[in-house]
C-alpha cells in the first residue's frame, strides 16, 4: 500500500513511513532515555548532524558527542516530532518535522525549544539510517520557574 506525501510529490509506501517513523523516534528515546552512547548507531559512517549550538561531520564525531553528553547524568530532557512530511529524492527519503524540545537542567527553570528538522534518511543493509540531520530552530525561551520546583 502506498500513502501519499502530499498532493504533487511522489508516494512511500507504509512500510517505509513506519520505519523512517521508528528512526525519529528511537533517537528521540535514545537521547531522552539514558542511551545517548547509542545514537551514532542511527548514522551513516558519512553522515552529518548540524544544529544552532554544534555541527558535527561524521559518525564517529556523532559517537563522540553523544558519548560525552550521556556522562552528563543531571541533564534531563524530552524530544517531541510531529506533522512529518515525506518526500522522495532519488533514492533517499527527506522527512521534515516539528521538533520540540525540552531542557531541564536540576534547580533551573526548563528551557523549552522548537523548531524544524530536516532529515536525510537512506536505507543500507535492510535498515534505513540518518545520512544528515539538520535543525533549524524557530524560537526557545524558559519556562517560568513557579512551573519547576
Known amino acids: 500500500m502506498e500513502m501519499p506525501v502530499s498532493?504533487?510529490?511522489?508516494?512511500?509506501?507504509?512500510?517505509?513511513?513506519?520505519?523512517?517513523e521508528a528512526l525519529l523516534t528511537e533517537f528521540a528515546y535514545r537521547v531522552d532515555h539514558g542511551q545517548a552512547d547509542r545514537v551514532h548507531e542511527l548514522f551513516t559512517p558519512d553522515a552529518t548532524l548540524s544544529t544552532p549550538a554544534f555541527v558535527l561531520k561524521s559518525r564517529d564525531e556523532i559517537e563522540e558527542r553523544f558519548k560525552a553528553r550521556a556522562k552528563d547524568t543531571s541533564r534531563r530532557t524530552r524530544h517531541f516530532w510531529s506533522n512529518l512530511h515525506l518526500s522522495?529524492?532519488?533514492e533517499t527519503i527527506v522527512a521534515v518535522t516539528n521538533a520540540m524540545t525540552v531542557v531541564a537542567p536540576e534547580?533551573?527553570?526548563?528551557?523549552?525549544?522548537?523548531?524544524?528538522s530536516r532529515d536525510v534518511c537512506v536505507e543500507r543493509d535492510g535498515r534505513w539510517a540518518f545520512q544528515s540531520r539538520a535543525l533549524t530552530m524557530i524560537f526557545e525561551g524558559r519556562l517560568s520557574s513557579e512551573a519547576h520546583p
Open 7 to 20: 498532493g504533487t510529490e511522489p508516494v512511500v509506501d507504509v512500510e517505509t513511513q513506519r520505519a523512517i
Open 88 to 90: 522522495r529524492e532519488g
Open 107 to 116: 534547580g533551573v527553570a526548563p528551557l523549552m525549544m522548537g523548531g524544524s
